[in-house]
Structures are given as C-alpha cells and as structure tokens.
C-alpha cells in the first residue's frame, strides 16, 4: 500500500464535504486523514485528503473524477517524496505532585515539541511533524501518563518551485487539465 | 392617519409588487430558457410553484403524470428525442425520493435533465418536519450537480447554471432544491436571467487540442484494419453528418453501441451492426482483429467489453471523448482526443486519407452469414408460436425504419436493436446504463413531447409494463398519440434466459400471473388490442398505426424464446454463444 496526498482546491460552498467523500465511499476507498480550510483565494477551500492504494492508476482515475465536481477547481496527486508535509499533535500529560518530573529540556530541544497550557496537575504540550515524528513522541512521553492525545490531518506543499494556487483558473480565463 | 402618509403607503406596496416571487422567478428562468413542457406532481412543498404555473400554462406544458418516476423518465425521454434539457418537478420527501431512478438512469445515460423539488421551509430544515428528505444528500452521487435555493435572489442565477451544466459536456441531471420559503418570498431586485457559457470549476473543452488530433490522424492513416466504434456521443454532439463524412471519406468500418443505434443509417456500406453482450456477431469476434480502434463518444461500458482487459488487446485505441475522466478508465489509450465529437470529427477528417479496406470490410461480411444462419433466421422463421422478431421486424417495415422506438429493459430491448431498421437518427430511445425496468411508458410520452411530429412506437415486457402502468393515465389525459406493444411471454424474459443457460433452469420468481392489459388499458381511456395469432399481425399493427390516440397492442409471443447473439458476461467477447 502506498500513500498518496490529493489536494483538492474547491468553491467553499455547502455539501461540497460531501460530494467529494461520495467518491471514495463508492470505490471503498479509505480517507486516512483530511485536513481543510480556506486559501489565500477569498472563497476558495483547500482539502488535504491523504489515502492509501496499492495501484498509482486507480489513484490516478480517483482525481479525474474529483475533478469532474462542478465546484471543484483543481486537484493535484503526490507521493509522499513530492511534498513537504506535517501534523499538529496535543498531548495532556499527567503531571501529579510527586510524579515523575518532566524533561523539558529533552522535550525541547530533541523532539522540538512546546509545553503550551499548565494546568493544576497537568500540562498540554504541542508537537509538529510527521506521523512518525509524532508518534516517537508518544512513545517518550507515555510513561508519564498521557490523559488526552489528539493529532491533526496532514498538511503538505507540493516540492515544486510554483504555488499551486498559480494552477487555478482566473476569472474569465479558463485553464484546461487535459 | 393623515391623507398624505396613506398615499405613501399605497407606493410603498406598488414597489413592492414589481419583485416576483420565488415561484413566478422559476417560471421566468423556464420561459427564458425556453422550455416548453415540464413534467411533474404537485404536493404540500412545492405549491407555491404550483400557483406561479397556473399563470404559465400559456407559455409551459405541464404534463401532469402519475407517478414522480414516471416525470423523470419522461422528462428523459423528451430530452432523447429532442435533443433539449428535459424538466421534471416534484414535491419534497416521498415526490423526491421517486425522482430518484430516473435521476440515476439519467446520470449513467448522459441525458440533460433538470429537476425541481420543492423542499420544507427553511427554519424547518433538519427538524425531521413533514416530508423533509435530506434529498441534496440522496442525490449527490447520482447528479451532476445539485443545489438547495433559500433564497429567492438566488434563482435566476442559479437556475441558469442548473442549465448549462445539464447541457454542457457530458450532459446529465441537476437537481434544484427550493425551500418553500424561497419559493413564496419576493425578490428584493428585479428579475434578471443571464444564461451561463461557463463556470470557473467547469468550463468542458469543446474544440479538442490540435496534437492529439493529429496524432489520432497519424494512427489512422497508418492503420491495415482500423474499425469503428461509436456510441451515444454521436447523438448527443449531434455529430451525424460529421460522423458520416468521417466514415465515407476513410472507407473504415463502423459499429454501434446499444445506444448508439441510428447514429448512422443502418443501410450505410460501411455499418457493420451493433455489439454488446447481445450484439452482432461480426462486429463483436472483429474487435479480436482491428489493429487500430477508434472508439468515439463510448465509454467502453462491461455490457461492451465483456472481460475488459481481454477486449481488442491486439489495438491500439484512439479514444475520442468530451469527458478526460473516461479516457483510461477502462482501457490503456494510446491516443485520446478529448473535445465534442462535432469539433473533433471537423478537425480529423480533412487530415485522414481514404484507405482500401475492401478485404477488412469483407471479413465483417463473411461472418453475417453465421448469424443469419443461426440466429436470425431461427427468429424470423415464422413458425409456432409469434416472436419478438417478427413483431419488431413488421413494425419497422411498416414504419420504414422512421420511428422513434422506445423500449423497456430485457429480451424485448435486445429484440428491438437487432431487428429495428432505424433511418433517422435519435430513435432508439433505452435505459442502456442502469436498465430501469418501467422506463418506456413514461419515456415513450416524454419522447412524443419532445418530438410530436415523429411516430412514437415503445416495445414493453410484460414484466416492465407493469411497473409504471399507472402512466397510462398521463398518456390518456395529455391525450398523447403514444403507440405501446406489449411483447407478452408471460416471464421475466432475460431473468429466465439467464437461469436456463446458468443457473440450470432453476426459474426461481420469473413467471407472472399478468392482468388483462387491455382491459386495464381500456380503463385507463386508452384503446387496445390483444392478438395471440400470426395471421392477426399485420392487421393489428396497421390498426394500431392508423389510431389517432394512445393505442395498446399485446402480442403474446413464444413463452421460452432466448436472444441470441449472446457474450456470457465477464467473458471475453470470443466466446460469444450463437445458441
């Protein structure tokens, strides 16, 4: 199985969640995680939808037919090796009066993560990076009792010199795809 | 209250009443497109569109039927016949939800359709209110497009849009949701209807890339046994005559899909018949021996192909087609050409040469006699009891191929494509893509609507004639000169054929105890016939042709009658079965 990243630039209208997600769900195609919010084009959205295929071509068909929604603008297919790409995670960690003290400078300066909130007996602490960045941060801080984990959809930036918002269509001046 | 402030209040209302409501805006948006007939069922949600119709009735044809399947699959078969965006209207909930399968057939089958639903109020929405159907959310993988209106500023544009996408590229349903809110309210500005050549997310590519034409002319050109394969593309571009040039000034032979039957003349030299699982033989085994395939406006659908990665694997395809997500769906293409057949074929033929093809050709030929042999004259040999050939076969020659054929889904449809001369193009009027059981009645009179001056014959199974009968009541009161022909053996006829050949003749649920179709007809308004012998044919027939209204006639045909040609499905198309 091989991940893919699709991004897929869009009107930001009402059901448009939906339209795009019927795609998949017909193919049973699995959505491993999805990140979107708007661009620096007023009214335009962008969907990070990150999936795993083991064949590039039902991939390739999978975006054609993306493209095919009326208020789909552009949608653009990566490899992981193509794209710069990061989560955002927050832990809660335990931090009890006579628990086990946390390293803040290991937290810091190796795994580059930010304690972010103190609480009474607890502290929330903000890591970047990729699953696996993230995920070798889990295994460190979980002897210290980890209350609440959450991790973000992936955002990725294609490693190409252009921007992609340079591919959508400008008013009046249409662009063709194939 | 003084005189003075009485008289302003009088011009504020005068004001107020130069905006149209919701309802009289839809109308507008209807007269300005210039649609003449809607099909349609009012109920609770949508009738304050209703009420803007009665002052419509002028303009719009609203053909009242009696079931909301029954208006989609007419507005489909007005918009097959002619060429035009076919409109159906519903109420909310259960009205939608009946649209549904005509929506469905209409996606898969590439007709323009615009649907209009009424919808709840807007402070209603998602409070489970009475007849609230998340119908934006049911339709969404079976539409185009589809967009619910809460606002009645909104139509005008929205609806100019809900048209040009029907129509633009590959054509298909869009469905309008329209809050009864929206409907009922005033505009807060004048009507103004500007139709749409084009939106930032979808602006389909008509005249196609030169490169890819000229390389398809190269691969052409070079070509020993090129071979033809065109489908309802043909039709939609309205690319007949280019489609004509094309064959004649290249000498290639050509095929039809199922419903690219009438695309061409079936007396053209270089017609070879149509293919399919139940298709011709010669212009199936041949697709085994083409070295260049030029596949125009199809989508090599699985009832084409049969096993798919076994089809023309010897060719090299040239794949001329308006929608990019088509091109390598099915088969690895080694020249696509994406455009509108019409654009693409007046830029093609200039650049390719006429090819001598005469011995290619004559391989074609030398097969027909395999199948006449087998098939078709087993089926016309006009012996026990009548056939569905025979019945197709009489109405075509008494109708000189000019008809406009409907047909409903099973043996009977097969029927008619093998044995139907059709001589004008549009005329073989199917539910090809989702095989919609109950399609030909409703199509039948949306297709008569779309084009009253031709002659609307629909070939039924007695099994699909029962799924949509009520609609002999929207034919008797539009008083619709629709003929329809029962071809009655009594089964599930291609449910049966496919559990003799597969399931060892288990006939598991196939055989129907049928009513008196007649006398149901009869009581519905409309005349009718029933003949269970040969010599009472062509009488009937005439008869029915003569009748100036809606005419049934039932044929009883034989009970276990199999259509052949037949390509197992998953199959290859080599192990097409002649018997």
Same mark, same amino acid.
């Given at each position: 199985?091989?991940q893919?990243?699709?991004c897929?630039f869009?009107?930001n209208s *009402?059901?448009l969640?939906?339209k795009i997600?019927?795609?998949f769900?017909?193919?049973?195609?699995?959505?491993?995680?999805? !990140?979107v919010s708007e661009?620096?084009r007023k009214g335009?959205? /962008?969907?990070?939808?990150v999936?795993?295929h083991?064949k590039?071509e039902e991939v390739?068909?999978?975006v054609?037919?993306i /493209?095919?929604?009326?208020?789909?603008l552009a949608?653009?297919g990566?490899l992981?090796?193509e794209i710069?790409?990061n989560?955002i995670?927050?832990?809660?960690?335990?931090?009890p009066?006579?628990?086990?003290?946390?390293? *803040?400078?290991? *937290?810091?300066r *190796?795994?580059?993560a930010?304690?972010?909130y103190?609480g009474l007996?607890y502290?929330t602490i903000?890591? !970047?990076g990729?699953e696996e960045?993230?995920f070798d941060?889990?295994r460190?801080?979980?002897?210290h009792?980890?209350?609440?984990f959450v /991790?973000?959809? /992936?955002?990725a930036?294609g490693? !190409?010199?252009?921007?992609?918002v340079?591919y959508l269509?400008?008013?009046?001046e249409?662009e063709y795809?194939? | 209250?003084?005189?003075?402030?009485?008289f302003?209040?009088e $011009?504020?209302k005068?004001?107020e009443?130069?905006f149209?409501s919701?309802?009289?805006?839809l109308m507008e948006c209807?007269?300005?497109e210039? @649609?003449?007939t %809607?099909?349609?069922y009012?109920?609770?949600?949508i009738m304050?569109?209703y009420d803007a119709l009665y002052?419509?009735? $002028?303009?719009?044809n609203h053909i009242?039927?009696?079931?909301e399947?029954g208006?989609?699959?007419?507005?489909?078969?007005?918009?097959?016949?002619?060429?035009?965006v076919?409109v159906?209207?519903?109420t909310?909930?259960?009205?939608?939800t009946?649209?549904?399968t005509?929506?469905a057939?209409?996606i898969i $089958?590439c007709t323009?359709?615009?649907? %209009?639903?009424?919808?709840v109020?807007?402070?209603?929405?998602?409070t489970?209110?009475?007849q609230e159907?998340d #119908?934006?959310g049911?339709t969404?993988?079976?539409?185009k497009w589809?967009?619910q209106?809460?606002?009645?500023?909104?139509i005008?544009?929205?609806l100019?849009k809900?048209?040009?996408?029907?129509?633009?590229?590959?054509?298909g349903p #869009?469905l309008i949701? %329209?809050t009864k809110?929206?409907?009922?309210k005033?505009m807060?500005?004048p009507f103004?209807?500007?139709?749409?050549e084009?939106?930032p997310?979808y602006h389909?590519?008509?005249?196609p890339k030169? $490169?890819?034409v &000229?390389?398809?002319a190269?691969?052409?050109n070079?070509a020993?046994r090129p071979?033809?394969?065109?489908g309802h593309g +043909?039709?939609?571009?309205e690319?007949m005559e280019e489609?004509?040039?094309?064959?004649?000034?290249?000498d290639?032979?050509?095929?039809?899909t199922?419903?690219?039957?009438?695309g061409?003349?079936?007396?053209?030299?270089?017609?070879?018949g149509?293919?399919?699982?139940?298709?011709m033989?010669?212009?199936?085994v041949?697709?085994?021996?083409?070295?260049i395939l030029?596949a125009?406006?199809m989508?090599?659908?699985?009832?084409v192909?049969g096993?798919a990665?076994l089809?023309?694997?010897q060719?090299?395809?040239?794949h001329i087609e308006i929608d990019?997500?088509?091109v390598?769906?099915?088969?690895?293409?080694e020249a696509p +050409?994406?455009g509108d057949?019409?654009e #693409?074929?007046?830029?093609?033929?200039?650049l390719v040469?006429?090819g001598d093809?005469?011995g290619?050709?004559?391989?074609?030929?030398?097969?027909e006699?395999?199948?006449?042999?087998?098939v078709?004259d087993?089926d016309?040999k006009f012996?026990g009891?009548?056939?569905m050939?025979? #019945? @197709?076969?009489? =109405?075509s020659?008494?109708?000189?191929?000019?008809?406009?054929v409907?047909?409903?889904?099973g043996?009977?449809?097969m @029927?008619t494509?093998r044995?139907?001369?059709f001589k004008?193009?549009?005329?073989y009027?199917?539910s090809?893509?989702?095989g919609?059981m109950g399609?030909?009645?409703p199509?039948?009179l949306?297709a008569k609507m779309g084009?009253?001056d031709?002659?609307?014959?629909?070939f039924?199974g007695d099994?699909?004639f029962q799924?949509?009968?009520?609609?002999?009541?929207?034919?008797?009161?539009?008083?619709l000169p629709?003929?329809?022909?029962?071809?009655?053996?009594n089964?599930?006829g291609?449910?049966?054929?496919?559990?003799?050949l597969f399931?060892d003749?288990r006939?598991?649920?196939v055989?129907?105890?049928?009513p008196?179709?007649?006398?149901?007809?009869k009581?519905?308004?409309?005349?009718g016939?029933?003949i269970t012998?040969r010599?009472q044919?062509?009488?009937?027939?005439?008869?029915?042709?003569?009748?100036?209204?809606?005419y049934?006639? &039932?044929v =009883?045909?034989?009970?276990e009658e199999? =259509?052949?040609?037949?390509v197992p499905a998953g199959?290859?198309?080599s192990?097409?079965r002649?018997?």
């Open positions: 199985m091989t893919y990243t699709i897929v869009t009107e *009402i059901g969640l939906n997600t019927v795609i769900t017909r193919r049973r195609i699995n959505i491993e995680s999805l !990140t661009t620096v335009v959205s /962008r969907f990070t939808i999936i795993k083991e590039r390739e068909k999978l054609r037919q /493209r095919k929604i009326v208020e789909v949608v653009f990566y992981n090796d710069v790409y989560e995670a927050l832990f809660k960690i335990s931090t009066i006579g628990g086990k003290a946390l390293d *803040i400078d290991t *937290i810091n *190796i795994y580059k930010w304690v972010v103190w007996d502290v903000q890591k !970047t990729t960045e993230i941060f889990f460190y801080l979980k002897p009792g980890i209350i609440e /991790r973000s959809g /992936r955002v930036i490693k !190409t010199p252009q921007g992609l340079e269509p400008e008013d009046q249409w795809y194939l | 209250m003084s005189k003075e402030i009485a302003m209040e $011009d504020i005068i004001e009443v130069k149209l919701g309802g009289q805006a209807f007269v300005a210039g @649609v003449d %809607i099909f349609g009012p109920g609770g949600a304050p569109i002052d419509y009735t $002028d303009r719009i009242l039927v009696r079931h399947q208006a989609s699959h007419a507005a489909e078969g007005y918009a097959r016949s002619s060429g035009r076919g159906c209207m519903a909310s909930g259960p009205g939608a009946n649209l549904v005509g929506i057939d209409a $089958d323009p359709m615009v649907a %209009i639903t009424g919808q109020a807007s402070n209603l929405l998602g489970d209110a009475f159907t #119908v934006i049911i969404t993988p079976i539409c589809n967009y209106v809460t606002d009645p500023d909104e005008p544009l929205i100019a809900a048209f040009f996408i029907a129509r633009a590229g590959k054509p #869009v949701d %329209i809110d929206a409907q009922i005033s807060t500005k103004e209807y500007k139709p749409i084009g939106l997310g389909p590519r008509r005249v030169m $490169d890819q &000229e390389k398809a190269e691969l052409i070079k020993k071979y033809i394969l065109f +043909v039709l939609i571009s690319a489609f004509r040039a094309f064959v004649e000034k290249t290639i032979p050509c095929a039809s199922l419903l690219g039957l009438s061409i003349s079936i007396d053209h030299p270089n017609y070879m149509w293919l399919g699982m139940h298709g033989y010669a212009p199936n041949m697709t085994d021996q083409c070295d030029i125009i406006g989508r090599f659908d699985d009832r192909t096993d990665s089809f023309a694997k060719a090299r395809i040239i990019p997500a088509e390598e769906k099915i088969k690895k293409t +050409v994406i057949i019409k #693409v074929l007046n830029l093609l033929t200039p040469k006429k093809y005469t290619w050709k004559n391989e074609f030929r030398k097969l006699p395999r199948e006449k042999e087998a078709t087993r016309l012996e009891q009548i056939k050939a025979e #019945v @197709v076969k009489m =109405v020659d008494k109708t000189k191929g000019e008809a406009c409907v047909v409903d889904v043996q009977h449809q @029927v494509a044995y139907f001369e004008r193009p549009n005329s009027i199917a090809g893509g989702l919609t399609f030909a009645i199509a039948a949306g084009a009253p031709r002659d609307v014959i629909a039924i099994g699909c799924m949509t009968i009520q609609e002999l009541g929207t034919i008797a009161q539009s008083k629709v003929k329809l022909i029962i071809l009655n053996n089964y599930l291609m449910v049966r054929q496919w559990q003799q399931f003749k006939y598991s649920f055989e129907l105890q049928n008196d179709f007649i006398m149901i007809s009581g519905f308004g409309l005349e016939e029933k012998e010599d044919l062509s009488e009937a027939i005439d008869k029915m042709l003569a009748h100036d209204g809606g049934v006639l &039932e =009883v045909v034989e009970k199999n =259509v052949f040609p037949m199959r290859s198309v192990e097409i002649l018997t």
